[in-house]
């Protein structure tokens, strides 16, 4: 299906319903996908706001049986909520402080009733008032941050809510978030290092170039994994731009960088942050974009990450 044709599914409404073959409502599910139709700040290519219309439409392809995680009973249930409104005709400043208040408010809520809350973007910056919303409500959090970028920079390009100021962001104005974790990071800037390098250990960043050094000198990527995850608090939120995988998995993403994780490697960490005893108190998927030629493979790769993501936070709680 080609953009134009998502764009008008999600006029008429794709979401409100519940997904994976799961049976529950929006009161009694044990997980709420929010989607967050956004993709105003992007600074190489858009289409990301499309992406969870296409993830709506390709999920209904995958079987659900998981070996990695075997023991999810029928309490199980996934629903995905309406999205997230915003005056798309603002200032672009406003759009990201609009999302990030009715994104806060509704996960709150969520958040309140016990359920765990799921972003799906949209762009990278629509994950700050989901976390906010999570450190305020648990208390000290841990951040685990698939992507192929540290999102460390200051307002970039001038836009507060940037995708690629996100995490900066949430260091700046979320003291509850004690730690973030970062994966599969492959393009930063000084500033974004030298962020990281001075943050005191708040901020650990395990870069692609040096994942692939340790597992070529033999070290196993589950030990690597365990050690990435010994670092979190108990509470634990994800957020994973689609961009940490390797770009054959995403190739439509809006600024795709060569390397990144393998949809195993991922995978595997979803599985040890389960088995690991922490909380998952609420994650994201970002930056998944539909290619403009209607090939649907980024939409199937989101929708089997946006899968696993759901079976980790379930076992983890």
Known sequence: MDRSALAQRVSRGVFDRAIFETTCTRNDASIVVIPVCYDGTASYRKGTRLGPAAIMQAYEQLDYEDPRFPDTTDAFGVFVDQEIPFNPAAEMNSIGAEIRANTNSRVAELLQRSQIPAILGGEHSVSQGAIEACAAHAGNI?????????????????YTYSHASVMRNIVDTCPQVTRLVQVGVRDYCTEERDIAQNSGGRIHVLCDDELFARTDAGES??????????????????TFDIDGLDPSLCPSTGTPVPGGLSFNQAALLLQVVAESG???????????????????????????????LCRCAFAAN
């Open 278 to 308: 922490k909380r998952v108190v609420g994650f994201d998927l970002v930056e998944v974009s539909p290619s403009p030629d209607g090939n649907d493979w980024d939409a199937n790769i989101g929708a089997r990450v946006l899968y696993k």
């Open 142 to 158: 841990g951040v685990l941050q698939f992507d192929a970028h540290m999102d460390l920079r200051l307002a970039y390009e001038g």
């Open 221 to 238: 990527i589950r030990s690597i994994w365990e050690e990435t995850v010994a670092r979190l608090p108990d509470d634990i939120y994800i």
